[in-house]
């Protein structure tokens, strides 16, 4: 093809289906433009407009990140039955398909929202803006966002949450902070749960906790067993507090 | 597999700007990846054939530029690059740091005709 001006032939393909001479050729046509645009720009407007309204109405909201299976909804169930008559919850669902979860959660009699992401492996933050549809915001205080099982991509994602919750659960390795840093990175608290099983299983709680601390210095840490009910009360009580927090600061918004 | 959505936007813009500046033939498209973005080059790669075909970015070249990371330590304040999220101060040891760069996601200039 067009050796002698330089472009590679795989820059050519609409190129030469019109006849040209070489003079009129990209050499003097061809522009560099600059865009410097953020590519998730977009997400983060729209976690930024999800996170204005919840500081409106006083939302607090978490995001719960974790590899398949290691007990996000479990939490879920245990902490709405526990605490749904001192807090009012609602509760966004994110699985790629079925609305087991869903199901699950709405047993509790906690209001729910399933969205199903398909191929999609992690929620962004235009699926959770339009989820919020379906709640009246004016009678939540605290959201909790199930987010797909996975320990990578949801990392990258802002949904306008406070803050994101990683949960680990005692099978998986104490090591998990170290082989997803990113997704302990981005979390400001990690749950370990499943504690329950320590005594069948290898797991060196003492080594994960430093694996996180290595990674995101500060991270605060609960252990926990949603199956025995070991540590929850911690986590209710933490939760507790941020919630009030969160409901103070627009009250005394006026 | 986020670099699929990832892709997705990247085609978004480009097709955006070309159709701003009434660009007829797209060369190639220049992305600065940071390494720290969390993203894998070569699905991006491959995501972006995919992606492009029957567009106006059929047959462009999707350049990456990686850009290295670097953090300043909580405690002494140094400057220093990170390999990984693990490094540690080479001055005082310490984990504790800020990111400075490294989590960069841009969509850096584009060659047209
Ligand atoms: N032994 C024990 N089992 C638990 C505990 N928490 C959850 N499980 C079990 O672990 C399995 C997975 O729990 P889920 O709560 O469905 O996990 P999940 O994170 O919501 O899973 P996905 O939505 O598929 O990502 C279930 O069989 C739970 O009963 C625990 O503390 N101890
Ligand atoms: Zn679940
Ligand atoms: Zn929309
Ligand atoms: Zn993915
Ligand atoms: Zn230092």
Request: glycine share 6%; aromatic share 4%; net charge negative.
């Given at each position: 093809m067009c050796i002698d001006c330089g472009?590679?032939?795989?820059?050519?393909?609409?190129?030469?289906?019109a006849p040209h001479s070489h003079?009129?050729?990209?050499?003097?046509?061809r522009k560099t433009i600059s865009i410097e645009e953020d590519i998730l720009a977009k997400n983060n407007r729209l976690a930024a407009a999800n996170r204005t309204l919840f500081a409106d109405k006083g939302i607090f909201t978490l995001n719960l990140v974790s590899s398949p299976g290691s007990g996000k909804t479990s939490l879920l169930e245990m902490t709405l039955s526990a605490l749904k008559n001192e807090i009012s919850f609602a509760v966004l669902e994110g699985d790629q398909q079925t609305a087991n979860d869903a199901d699950r959660i709405a047993a509790t009699g906690v209001p729910v929202h399933q969205i199903n992401t398909g191929a999609g492996c992690h929620l962004d933050a235009h699926m959770v803006g339009h989820g919020?549809?379906?709640?009246n915001l004016d009678a939540v205080q605290m959201l909790m966002i199930e987010n797909v099982g996975n320990l990578v991509c949801p990392a990258a994602f802002d949904l306008g949450e406070d803050f994101k919750v990683s949960l680990l659960s005692v099978?998986?390795?104490?090591d998990k902070p170290l082989k997803y840093p990113q997704m302990f990175r981005a979390s400001e608290i990690m749950l370990i749960n499943k504690i329950d099983l320590l005594p069948y299983v290898r797991f060196d709680i003492a080594r994960c906790r430093e694996y996180a601390e290595r990674v995101h210095p500060g991270i605060k840490i609960f252990e926990v067993s949603c199956y025995s009910g070991e540590g929850l009360d911690e986590w209710y009580a933490w939760l507790g507090e941020q919630v009030s927090a969160k409901g103070l600061m627009v009250r005394s918004k006026g | 597999m986020h670099e699929l959505g990832i892709t997705q936007s990247i085609v978004e813009i480009a097709l955006r700007t070309a159709t701003g500046q009434a660009a007829t033939i797209i060369h190639s498209v220049t992305l600065e990846v940071g390494?720290?973005?969390?993203?894998?080059p070569d699905a991006l790669l491959f995501c972006y054939e995919a992606c492009s075909k029957e567009t106006l970015l059929e047959g462009s070249r999707l350049i990456i530029e990686e850009i290295p990371a670097r953090a300043r330590c909580r405690d002494c304040a140094t400057d220093y690059p990170l390999v990984d999220l693990l490094t540690c101060c080479p001055a005082c040891g310490s984990a504790a740091s800020d990111l400075l760069c490294g989590e960069d996601l841009r969509i850096k200039e584009m060659e047209i005709d």
């Open positions: 472009c590679a032939p795989t820059d050519h393909h609409h190129h030469h289906d003079e009129e050729h990209t050499v003097q046509r919020l549809e379906h709640f099978t998986e390795g104490e | 390494a720290l973005a969390g993203v894998v």
